[in-house]
């Protein structure tokens, strides 16, 4: 079977920017991707010119992003505002710029979803599935949790160990929109949304933007800053079993298995080699979804996996070092990404972890994704 495996190395990210995440009513999906823009170009050290790719996602149109900015490029790509589309935006530019389809892509996020009351549910989107209780994603992913509860006996005690920890590394995030510290018993006593998941089991909807800017290990070497590589990648979609929106009765395990192996073959290097972990998490379970897909416990221990801080920054396994989607913002795994690239360089401050050389994205959905990085 034909691989990614030769791209090893051959592509880096060389600048990362974001705006501050909040309500914002006054900007624009254009201004906000463009403060981002600006400062990852800064960052990248590249001048504007000379960015000749272009990758909007949940931007509502690419050609007036690119009029913003003064771009045009000779390669682009425009994707819709699903939160699993971020990895598959960045393999998708490591292909352009391997082909020579471009030179330095801008990767550009935008989400004005706090301002304008987006629900993510209801009537947002509301489906023929609304009279069978799934009438949002957090309401299917409460069923995946009832199942694995279950199957496995995990409880809400254990799930609550993610949102803890993601919260003590926000309070260490200067950005992060929740810093009010958070137990296991304040989790626990959390107003129900979707049983069994509770309020602190959501992710925050913010107002935000992030950019990333890809270009070849080559020509990073002449940049501002030292290189991110690309190590490894990999994804499976999941259509046939994923018809119901964002539910899984095997919790996409096959696919993310799938996605591990192509990753960890192409960088050549395992789960006991990753030093930090960023990993999707529109709500709570995906977390302990995912550890069980990418190998980093058994199927069906992830809740015992995740006790006794586990998760946190002085843990076995720091994981979302800037507060996730579930403390930070949800900024749909965009967040999650410069994230890595910012642990590599060394420029987390307080949340850094140390001698960090290795970062492992992973988003479990029905097009699960993976990308790992190294420090070059």
């Known amino acids: 079977m034909a691989s990614m495996n030769h791209l090893k190395n051959k592509v880096a990210v060389v600048g990362v920017g ?4 909040g309500n914002f009513p ?11 823009f600006k400062a990852a170009l800064l960052d990248s050290g590249l001048e504007k010119h000379e960015i000749d790719g272009l990758v909007t996602c949940r931007v509502p149109y690419y050609a007036r992003m690119g009029e913003v900015l003064g771009l045009d490029p000779r390669w682009s790509l425009a ?6 589309m971020s990895g598959m935006a960045i393999i998708e530019a490591m292909l352009a710029i391997e082909t020579g389809a471009a030179n330095h892509v801008a990767l550009i996020y935008t989400n004005i979803g706090r301002s304008r009351r987006m629900n993510y549910g209801g009537d947002d989107s509301a489906s023929v599935w609304d009279p069978w209780g799934f009438t949002s994603p957090g309401a299917a992913h409460a069923m995946m949790f009832r199942m694995h509860q279950q199957r496995y006996g995990t409880t809400t005690r254990q799930l609550a160990e993610v949102s803890v920890a993601f919260r003590q590394h926000a309070i260490l995030n200067p950005d992060a929109v929740m810093k009010k510290p958070m137990t296991i018993d304040d989790h626990e006593e959390a107003r129900p949304i979707a049983e069994p998941l509770r309020l602190l089991d959501y992710c925050l909807i913010n107002d935000g933007a992030v950019c990333m800017i890809l270009s070849s290990a080559e020509r990073a070497k ?4 030292p290189p991110v590589l690309i190590s490894g990648a990999g994804g499976r979609d999941a259509f046939r079993r994923s018809a119901v929106a964002n539910f899984d009765p095997d919790f996409w395990f096959t696919e993310a298995q799938d996605t591990a192996r192509q990753a960890y073959e192409m960088a050549g290097i395992g789960p006991d080699d990753v030093d930090a972990l960023m990993c999707y998490d529109n709500f709570s379970p995906t977390v302990l979804f995912s550890l069980e897909g990418f190998g980093y416990c058994k ?4 809740g015992a996996f995740v ?3 586990r998760l946190s920054l002085n843990g076995a396994l720091p994981t979302n070092t800037d507060g996730g989607h579930l403390s930070n913002s949800y900024m749909q795994g965009w967040a999650l990404n410069i994230e890595a690239v910012r642990q590599l360089r060394g420029e987390c401050g307080l949340r850094q972890v140390h001698d960090c050389e290795v970062v492992h994205y992973v988003a479990t959905t029905p ?3 993976s990308i790992i990085y190294t420090r070059s």
């Open 299 to 302: 199927r069906g221990e992830s």
């Open 222 to 225: 002449d940049l501002r800053k």
């Open 79 to 84: 994707l819709p505002g699903h939160g699993r």
């Open 26 to 36: 006054h900007k624009s999906d254009y201004a906000l991707g463009a403060e981002a």
């Open 367 to 369: 097009c699960t994704r």
């Open 18 to 21: 974001n705006t501050a995440y």
């Open 307 to 309: 006790e006794g801080g």
